[in-house]
């Protein structure tokens, strides 16, 4: 039988491979945006395609989100994050030797796949490894860390990479996964559980996030009323319906029945949404008003965005020393009020002032998504973290491509680009101030209190 320090080994490897795997899937949602215009000027191709080498990757992992959660559960969440660090490397090969920019777009739409199956499997690997709620919730805060390096380090990296060959940013995933599987081989085999397939419930979920997902995209860049935009999302509600009704016909459907019965899934989950549309939708916005409006460089910009994400960074170790409810509303409430700060400050706000209020929104950061995420995982049993954490990271997708959605429309007519900029904010100010109302309602339990 193994001892205590055996299974202390086990779990130290599982959460060191979690962090890992966060950290590439995270890193390759951001580190592409400052190389497009290299990408361009090696493979050619319009502006579309260099679109889709960014929402290639956002679209597949959206889509397959719940779809590999429900795997996880059923194959094993070592099994799981295994396969899906091995499609991730190789697609990763492929990304950096594509020779032309349609290759290039087909290895980021396998990656978003394969980080479909990283993400679910990695928060499962942590429920798993740390059954006592207080060790999750600091495992928790550390996986989290390698999202909050990978979002503040992700465009400096790529940027020095760049300089050298924009190809080493997919190079970077090799040594990153080997170590990753290496660790993976170290943590104990996952539970299994022998249960019946949805086939109808598996793709009508599929098709109803594809849909919604492009419809989202889509709508960036054309419109919510164009004919293709409104063709998906009609295609997403009628494939949403064809799940639901699939869920009240089978033994065993892709969502557990009751999973939703949880007030805690319920609340996570929108606040997951919620911490999304605020912190991404104001990097998207606030990037377009300094350099459209500010006239400020992208290196410029970025600097601006430096002491938002480091703060978040630094901070995230620490969040499982507080109670989770009351940081949870603590960090809404002032995401709220960094944003309406700055959808109701004049355009000529100093760039120093803009920084400062920018802070607020990131400590959302770390008092937000780590114990929202712990709060979740321990609300359902273990055999079901793995479908919990694809509803919780679907809806945070979801949520960042809305608001850019939105947002991108509110600021697509010059005339009125400083008006779309406070509007698109007050909006996200408005979601995160009602997700702190209902963040009210989350039980107390000891972690919570």
């Known amino acids: 039988m193994a001892g205590p320090g055996s299974a202390d080994r086990h779990a130290g490897s599982a959460l060191a491979a979690a962090v890992l795997g966060f950290f590439v899937v995270t890193l390759d949602a951001v580190v592409v945006n400052v190389t497009l215009p290299s990408i ?36 094993g969440a070592r099994r799981s994050f295994g396969t ?14 594509a020779p032309s920019l349609p290759l290039l777009v087909a290895a980021r739409f396998a990656q978003g796949a394969a980080a479909a199956a990283i993400m679910p499997a990695s928060m499962s690997l942590i429920r798993q490894a740390f059954p006592d709620p207080s060790a999750r919730s600091r495992a928790v805060a550390l996986w989290a860390m390698g999202g909050a390096v990978a979002s503040s380090a992700g465009p400096v990296m790529g940027g020095v990479l760049t300089m050298v060959d924009w190809r080493l940013i997919f190079f970077l995933n090799l040594p990153v996964g080997a170590v990753a599987l290496w660790l993976t081989a170290r943590t104990q085999p996952s539970p299994r559980r022998a ?41 997403a509600a009628v494939a949403a319906v064809g799940f639901v009704l699939s869920h009240h016909r089978v033994a ?44 400020l460089t992208a290196l410029q910009t970025g600097l601006v965005f430096v002491p938002m994400m480091v703060i978040g960074a630094v901070l995230t170790p620490f969040s499982a020393r507080f109670p989770r409810k009351p940081i949870i509303i603590a ?21 120093w002032v803009l920084a400062g209020l920018m802070m607020l929104v990131g400590l959302g950061g770390p008092s937000v998504a780590p114990p929202a995420t712990a709060a979740l995982l321990d609300s359902v049993p273990a055999h079901q973290a793995g479908v919990a ?17 939105v947002f991108g429309g509110l600021l697509a007519h010059p005339d009125s680009f400083v008006r779309g900029v406070h509007t698109s904010l007050l909006i996200a100010a408005v979601v995160l101030a009602a997700t702190t109302v209902l ?4 039980p107390s339990t000891k972690e919570n209190a």
């Open 40 to 75: 361009r000027t090696d493979l050619g191709g319009g502006l579309v395609g260099l679109q889709w080498v960014v929402d290639g990757y956002t679209l597949m992992f959206a889509t397959l989100l719940l779809t590999a959660g429900s795997w996880s559960d059923r194959a």
């Open 84 to 97: 899906g660090l091995v499609v991730f490397v190789l697609a990763s090969v492929g990304c950096g030797l």
């Open 195 to 235: 249960v019946s397939f949805d086939p109808i419930g598996q793709a009508t979920g599929v098709v109803a996030m594809a849909a919604l997902t492009f419809a989202t995209i889509q709508a960036g860049s054309t419109g919510f009323g164009s004919a293709t935009v409104i063709v998906a999302f009609a295609l």
């Open 252 to 295: 065993n459907p892709m969502l557990p029945q009751g999973l939703f019965a949880s007030r805690t899934v319920v609340i996570t989950v929108i606040t997951g949404f919620a911490f999304m549309v605020g912190y991404y939708g104001l990097p998207f916005v606030i990037s377009l008003f300094l350099q459209q409006h500010r006239g």
């Open 331 to 351: 960090g809404l409430t002032l995401m709220a009020l960094g944003l309406a700060a700055i959808g109701l400050a004049p355009a000529s706000i100093p760039v």
């Open 389 to 405: 954490a694809g509803v919780f990271n679907t809806s945070r997708q979801v949520g960042g491509a809305l608001a850019v959605a």
């Open 439 to 442: 963040a009210l309602f989350l």
